[in-house]
């Protein structure tokens, strides 16, 4: 599997796609150039002396680690030459072997330069530099896609990424052109009996597509089994396989209620049964409650599933100072959290690996 950027979100922050081996093409006429870069190689590319020191090394030798990197692109601070080989990244143009300089982007970078040391890790580079860099394979780009090419193959990655594509779905993908840019090519596979058109999901609307097996796997779970263990999940807000925010809405406890939950990078949602219980705001210092979460037994699980942030070192620790607003202190979920593993600090209710 290898991953490549689709523009930047910030200095530390980004879009990726994951290809697999062999899907090359399909990753080129699917994805395109990315917003903003005309894809030429010339105007829209980022520019600058360090910025094509670093694509002729590649060019001229191939996957290289970061130290002939910053020899080539002229030395200097590392935080200059990683900004240019992250503005490359972002861009689309280069990649790496490991996933491993991604995870280190959430680590939070020191203010100045720090003072080297002699030793391995020194000589291999910052975290955010490991494993080898390349630029991105550009065989599969010698026959540009058409227009209704590159649509056909969005329209399948997205019927195969929904199950079940609506127009909401579509707009929450943030697709150029929108849903009535892909509805011609969705009414096309629908006439060749390739997807099928239905009222498949109640309160979806009527323009809801979908692949057969997808149908199959939605009449598989008509009936659920009430003796069945409840099923938890925690989500990216962002993640595809989050439909709130995207195909469905956000709960609300009322016509009233008009907090901010976005799918934004950072944000986590607790699911139980696919029904959403628990907002874990950007930060990890606020908790918002969804009305699923009123009901017996559904809170604890949902906040018993947080653990996880913590033991796969997504993030060091939780340290929650807010429920839907108020103080953790006076809070009523203030029991349900320490039953679910959190500990009392000075700064709020604190989860930390053990």
């Known amino acids: 599997m290898s991953w490549i950027g689709r523009g930047s979100l910030g200095r530390d922050d980004g879009r990726i796609a994951l290809v697999r081996p062999g899907r090359e093409v399909l990753r080129d006429t699917l994805l395109g150039p990315v917003d903003g870069l005309d894809g030429s190689g010339a105007e829209g590319w980022p520019g600058g002396p360090r910025h094509e020191a670093i694509r002729e090394l590649l060019a001229s030798r191939g996957a290289s680690f970061y130290r002939p990197i910053h020899a080539a692109a002229g030395g200097g601070p590392d ?62 780009s010698q026959s540009p896609a058409s227009p209704t090419e590159r649509l056909h193959a969005l329209a399948l990655a997205l019927l195969d990424r929904h199950g079940v594509l609506t127009r909401e779905a579509v707009v929450g993908e943030g697709i150029i052109g929108g849903f009535s840019g892909i509805y011609p090519i969705l009414r096309a596979l629908e006439d060749a009996g390739r997807i099928r058109r239905g009222y498949f999901v109640d309160g979806l609307g009527a323009a809801q597509f979908a692949l057969a097996g997808a149908l199959d796997r939605l009449r598989a779970v008509r009936e659920t089994d009430n003796g069945a263990p409840r099923r938890v999940h925690l989500l990216a807000a962002a993640d595809p396989a989050n ?44 908790l918002q409650s969804f009305p699923a979460a009123d009901e017996p037994g559904l809170g604890g699980l949902a906040l018993r599933s947080f653990a996880a942030l913590v033991a796969d070192r997504r993030v060091r620790e939780l340290v929650i100072t807010k429920v839907d607003g108020a103080p953790i202190a006076t809070s009523d979920w203030r029991p349900a959290l320490l039953e679910a593993g959190f500990q009392p600090g000075y700064r709020g209710l604190v989860l930390a690996a053990r």
């Open 79 to 140: 935080r200059d030459v990683l900004d240019a080989l992250w503005d490359l990244v972002w861009a689309g143009q280069v990649t790496n072997d490991t996933f491993a300089p991604l995870r280190a982007l959430r680590w939070s970078r020191p203010g100045r330069e720090p003072r080297r040391r002699p030793g391995r890790l020194t000589s291999l580079g910052p975290p955010e530099a490991a494993g080898r860099w390349s630029l991105v394979d550009p065989s599969a």
């Open 243 to 286: 439909a709130y925010g995207a195909a469905l809405s956000w709960p609300r406890r009322s016509d009233e209620d008009r907090r901010p939950f976005q799918r934004a990078a950072g944000a986590y949602v607790a699911l139980v049964d696919g029904r959403a219980v628990f907002y874990l705001e950007r930060g990890g210092r606020s």
